[in-house]
C-alpha cells in the first residue's frame, strides 16, 4: 500500500469517529475557527506531499513556532542559552510556575512557554529589529515570502495573555530577562500568532527530518547536530505533559500548537503535519493524536 | 574505523579525563565497590559483542532492572497497568512524594521507584511465587540460568529502604496498591538486587534492539509494539531527570541504575551497556553519560 | 445572662440548625458513632462545668490528644524538640507531604501527623515503657485513673494507617526518627485512640487556661511559659488548614480531632469542649466549629 | 517596675548585643538607611508614649501598611473580599506563587503581597481617587494629615518590582483583578511606600487595641468585631513564614514590614512598634523580634 493511500484510509477512519475536545478559546480568535477542519500533509525528504482534507487551509500554528525560534537561537551561535534555559521535561503544566520558582527563573525546556519567552529575549539582545528579523528568518526556512504574523491574533494574545505578563515579570524578577518586557512579550506574542497550511508547515519543517537542510535547496538551516538535539528536545518536551504519551503511543519527535496543529518527524524519511481545531483535555489536537497514532501503527515506522 | 576500534578509542580517551562524581552509599553494600571500575560491552543485533574493559566483571544493576520487571508484566497482559502508573516523565527527582499526593497515589512512570513498586505489586497478584518467578523470567530472557538475585544487596536495601516503605505505604493509602505492602516491598528490594555483568547486560537487553525478539534464538519476549513501547518510556523516562538532557547529549533510549551502570539501545541495530560507580550530581554514571555521548558523536547514529 | 443559659441558648440554636457534614469513615470504628451526638461542656479555672446535651458520652478525641503528648514531651526537658519539629502553620493539608520533603523531613509542627510522630519518637527516647508512661501520665494530668487507649481503635488506626506509616518511613529516611518505626507508629496509634467525655476535656485540658497549673490542686503539669507557648501552637496550628478561620471567627486558642471534638481555650478564664460527629469539609466539627463562633460571638471573650 | 524602666532596660539589653542579619537591598532606597538606627515606642489606650532610641525618626513601614488598606476595604464594607482572599496563614514564603497556583489566583490571606494586591483592587473598584483616597484614609487613621507616600520609594518598587507585576498578571490570569493591572499595582507600589515614625506607627495602629476605636477621640475606624478580626488575621499570618515563632516566643498580634519595622498589639492595653533595619533570615526586624521577645517575657503580659 502507498503513502497517500495510508493517509487517505487513516484520514477517512479518523474522520468517520467522533471528534472529541473542545476549540481553545482562551482568545477569541482562536474560538471562532470552524472545528470541522481536518487537514493532513506528509513531506517526504525528496520534497513530494501527500494530502487530505484541508491541507492548504491557513490557521494558527501557536506553539509550533517555538521550534522556529529556537532554531534562530542555535543558529545565532548565543553560547548562553543553556545556562538560561534547562532541557527537560516539565513534567506537567501545573508545576510551570512552581518549577519556574523552585528552579530559580530557569525555565524547564525551550518549548514551554517560559523557555520561549527566554529565547525570544535571546532573540532581543542579538537582533536590531527582532521581529522584522524572525519573520524574515522564518520565510527563509519555509522558503515562502508569504508566511506573516497575524496582527489580530498577536493583539488579541497581548490583551489576554496575563500569565504570560506574569512569566515574563517572574523570570525577570530571577536575572534571566535581559531586555525590557515589553519588548520581549511583544515578540513573543508576535511569534505565537504565525500562521500556515498543513502543506507550508511539514515542508517547513523538513530540515529537522534532513540533518538539519532545507528540502530540495539543501541549504544548511541548522547543523546536523543542532538538528538532531532539537528533535530531541521536541521528542522529550514537544506536548507538554501529554510528551511521554506522544512518545509510548505515536514514536516521532514532533510538537503541537493550541491552534490544533501537530508537526511530527521520522528522521531521514518525512516530515507529518495534522491540522483539527478540537483540543483534548491536555491541550492537544485530539484527531491530530489519534491521526498519527494509527498512521505509525499501520506504517510500522518510528524511531523507537 | 571499526565497531571495536571506536570502543576502544572511546574508552580510553574516556578512562584519561577526570573521574568525577561519586559512588553511591546510601546502602553500604554498593560504597564497597572500586570506583576505578569501567566497562563497556555492545551487542549487536546478530549476537557479536565488542567489549572494552571490565565488560565481564558483576555490579549490581539497581534500577535497570526495572526494565525487566516492567516487560514480564506487559507479557502477562495485565489490563489495569497504564489505569495505575502514567507514562509520563517525572519532571525531577525532587517531585516524586509532590507528584505522587497531587496525582493521587499514581506513580508518573513504571521506570521511577514508585512505578516500578506498583509493577510488583501487579506481579505479585499474578504469580504465586513471585520472587521465584520473577529470577526465573530474567534468566529466560537473559538466556542464562546462573542470574540471581544478591541477597546482601536485597537486605542491606531494606535495612536502609525507609524512603521506599514510605512510598509503598503511600501508595497504599490511595489504594494502588493491592497485594501486603511487605510482600511487595520485598520483591522490589529484590529486583533491585540483580547482578550481571556489561556484557550479559547488553545481552538481556538486546530484544529491545530486535523488535522484541531474543538476540539469536529470536524467541518472542515482548511484541514489536510493546519493545517500541518500552524504548519510549526509556527514551522519557530512564534518567529520572536527566531524561532530556540524554536525549539531548546522546539521543538513545535507554536506562541507569545507582550502581553505575547504563544500557542503552539503538533500534534494528544494537545495545550498549557501560558501567562505571561514580555518579554524577543527578545520579547516573559519571563515566558512563560521557562515554555513551562521546560514542554517538563519532558513530553519528541516533534516533534522532 | 449568665454562663449556663449562654452554653443552652447556644446549644439550642445550633441544634435547630442543620448538620451537615460526614462523619469521619477512614477507620471503620468511627463511622459508627451516631451522628445526632451533640454535647459541650465549659469548665472555669475555679473548676465549675456548665454543660449542654451529651457532655458525659465518651468519644475518641483523636488529635487533640496530640496536645497532651507534646505537653509530656515538652516537660521532659528535651532540648532537641524544637530542631526537630517546627512551629510553623502546615499552610494546608494538601502540603503536608511536599512540606516535609523540601523542609529535608522537620514536621511543620507538632499538632500534624508528622509532628506528633516526632514527638512520639521523643518520648521513645525518654522512657522504658512508652505506652504506659504516656496513659500514665495522660491519667494523672486528667486527675482520673480511667482515662484509657481503645485498643479497638488502636488496631483499627493500624490496619488502616498506611500514610501514617508513610510518614514515620519517610522521616526515618531523613533522619528524624531516631527508633524503631513499629515502635514510633504503635504509640502514635494508641494515642490516637485515646477517648474521654466533653466534661472530662475540658477539664484534662483546664491547665492551658491555668497558667500551666491543674485546676483545684495547682500543680504544675506545665510552666507558665511552656502554656503559653502551646496555647500559641494551638492558635496557629490546632485547626490544620483552617486556622486562620478559627483564630478569625473564634479567637480562642484550640485544637479538633477528627472524632468530631475540639477543646478551646480562654487564658486566665475558662476551656470549653464541643463533640459532634460530623465534620466539615477541612475535617473539623461541623456543629462544633459554628457553636464556638456563636459562643464567643454572644459572650465578646476572645484573646483578640 | 514601671514602663519606661521595662523598655529602656531591653532597649539597652538588646543594643549590647550583636545587630545581626541585612538591610533589605531590593531596593536601592531601602538599602540605603543606616542599620544602626534602632527605635521603639509602646502607646498605651489612654494615649499615653513610652519611647526609647529613634522613636521619631521616620522610616519606609513597607508591608505594615496592608493592615491599613485592610482596614480601609473592611470599612467601605465590600462583600466580596473574603470570597477573593482567604484568611489562612501562607505556610512558607517559598510557596506564595504555588499555593496561588495550586488554590486557582485566590491570596491566602490579605497581609501578604499577592492578598494585598487584591485589597488594593478592591480599593480600586470602589475610590474614584485611590491614591489620593488612600492616603486621606490613613492620615485620618493616624489623626496626622502629614503623613505621605514617598515618591522616590514608590517608583523605586515600581522599577524593581517585577515579582508584584508577575503576581497581578497571574490573578488577573484567573479573573482576581477587576481593574486595569496597572493602576492596581501603581496604588500598591504607593501603599507601600508610606514613612512613619515609631510614635506616628503606635498611634496609628492603637485602634487595634482599643477595640475599633481611634485613640483618645474613640472614632470608630473599625467594629469591635472588624478590630478582633483584622487582630486574628495579624496573629497568624502577620509574620509571613514565622508567624508561627512569633506566636510562640511573643504571643501579640503583629505585623512586620522589610524597612525593619514592627507593630504589635496586646488588646485592651497598648500598642507598640519597634524599628531596626537589619533583618533576619526569614525577612523580619531582628533586633525587632529579639526587643519583642524579651519585652513580654519581662512584662509577662501576652494574649496566651
Known amino acids: 500500500m502507498n503513502c497517500q493511500n495510508i493517509i487517505e484510509d487513516t484520514y477517512t477512519y479518523i474522520k468517520s469517529i467522533e471528534n472529541k475536545g473542545n476549540v481553545a478559546t482562551y482568545i477569541p480568535e482562536l474560538g471562532k475557527v470552524d472545528p470541522a477542519h481536518f487537514g493532513v500533509c506528509l513531506t517526504t525528504n525528496d520534497g513530494t506531499q501527500y494530502t487530505a ?20 537561537a542555535l543558529s545565532l551561535g ?19 510556575l512552581v518549577q519556574l520558582e523552585s528552579e530559580n527563573g530557569i525555565p524547564r525546556n525551550p518549548l514551554i512557554n517560559a523557555g520561549a519567552i527566554v529565547v525570544c529575549d535571546i532573540l532581543c539582545s542579538h537582533l536590531k529589529e527582532p521581529k522584522e528579523e524572525l519573520i524574515a528568518y522564518i520565510r527563509d526556512v519555509a522558503n515562502n515570502p508569504g508566511i506573516h504574523y497575524s496582527e489580530t491574533i498577536a493583539q488579541s494574545e497581548k490583551s489576554n495573555g496575563y500569565r504570560n505578563f506574569a512569566l515574563v515579570n517572574f523570570m525577570k524578577s530571577f ?6 518586557v515589553d519588548q520581549v512579550i511583544d515578540l513573543y506574542f508576535h511569534l505565537s500568532s504565525i500562521e500556515m497550511t498543513c502543506c507550508q508547515l511539514s515542508k517547513t519543517y523538513g530540515f529537522l527530518a534532513n540533518g538539519g537542510k532545507q528540502l530540495i535547496t539543501q541549504k544548511e538551516i541548522l547543523t546536523r547536530s543542532q538538528s538532531k538535539r532539537v528533535n530531541a ?17 505515536v514514536g516521532l519527535p514532533g510538537k503541537s500548537g493550541v491552534g490544533g496543529g501537530i508537526v ?10 495534522v491540522w483539527s481545531p478540537k483540543l483534548n483535555e491536555r ?8 491521526f498519527l497514532e494509527r498512521f505509525t501503527d499501520t506504517t ?5
Open 300 to 304: 510500522h515506522e518510528t524511531i523507537f
Open 78 to 96: 548565543d553560547k548562553s542559552i543553556w545556562q538560561r534555559i534547562d532541557v527537560e521535561p516539565s513534567g506537567s503544566a501545573f508545576n510551570s
Open 233 to 249: 528536545i521536541m521528542q522529550t518536551c514537544g506536548f507538554y505533559d501529554e510528551a511521554g504519551e506522544f512518545a509510548y503511543k
Open 53 to 72: 482534507g484541508d491541507a492548504n487551509t491557513l490557521f494558527s500554528i501557536q506553539s509550533i513556532a517555538k521550534v522556529l525560534s529556537l532554531s534562530f
Open 264 to 273: 511530527a518527524v521520522l528522521p531521514n524519511s518525512y516530515t507529518i503535519s
Open 175 to 180: 536575572g534571566n530577562i535581559k531586555n525590557d
Open 283 to 290: 491541550g492537544n489536537s485530539y484527531r491530530g493524536m489519534k
